[in-house]
Antibody, heavy 121, light 107 residues
């Protein structure tokens, strides 16, 4: 069955950096677009970034553009999110997700368990 | 960006009830609309895509309808495990955007 297992996250100071990882199994990872979403405490869901199977097409939300970098390693069935210049309002639970439908801007079908990133001095 | 508005923001219901949640898009999204369920402290779960197609394994008491700007998620015969928050998401255009959520709790 499809599994997305996340790691990374934790407490980081403003302007610090952090890298999130997402290990995929149960499907052919190299066939799928992958994504990151986030959810600030007590808030709704926000799309963060997409990456295509060959890493040639990357999309970012305006709030993270220029600070976050999505990447993947198809040989290791892994997805990553490098977060630089972190701000207080980046505090959230971050989810990796497989993009199930490529129509339009895509929608996820399977989600990781989430990992909490807390930005605080 | 396309704004998604859900109503109500919360509702109370009993086991066995039929529940309807609405989602409105600020501009037409055709049927590029998905629904997600999120139980407290857990990751979202994908329920429906293309406005009305159930994801694999989702019980048939869940149904979706609508197109353009008006959409509905219906849960027939509400079960204890259905008490959760529900979110709609449009994927017609970038960025994909979500509604603010509807919390379904026990009456």
């Amino acid at each position: 069955q499809v599994q997305l297992v996340q790691s990374g996250g934790g407490l980081v100071k403003p302007e610090g950096s952090l890298r999130l990882s997402c290990a995929a199994s149960g499907f052919t990872f190299s066939d799928y677009w992958m994504s990151w979403f986030r959810q600030a405490p007590g808030r709704g869901l926000e799309w963060v970034s997409y990456i295509d199977p060959s890493s040639s097409t990357l999309y970012y939300g305006d709030s993270v553009k220029g600070r976050f970098t999505i990447s993947r390693d198809n040989a290791r069935n892994s997805l990553f999110l490098l977060m630089n210049s972190l701000r207080l309002d980046d505090t959230a639970v971050y989810y990796c997700a497989r993009v199930g439908s490529l129509v339009g801007s895509g929608t996820p079908d399977y989600w990781g368990q989430g990992t909490l990133v807390t930005v605080s001095s | 960006d396309i704004q998604m508005t859900q109503s109500p923001s919360s509702l109370s219901a009993s086991v066995g009830d039929r529940v309807t949640i609405s989602c409105r898009a600020s501009q037409g999204v055709s049927t590029h609309l998905a629904w997600f369920q999120q139980r407290p402290g857990t990751a979202p779960k994908s329920l429906i895509y293309s406005a009305s197609t159930l994801q694999s394994g989702v019980p048939s008491r869940f149904s979706g309808s609508g197109s353009g700007t008006e959409f509905t998620l219906t849960i027939g015969n509400l079960q204890p495990e259905d008490f959760a928050s529900y979110y709609c998401q449009q994927y017609m255009s970038y960025p994909p955007t979500f509604g603010g959520g509807t919390e379904v709790d026990i009456k």
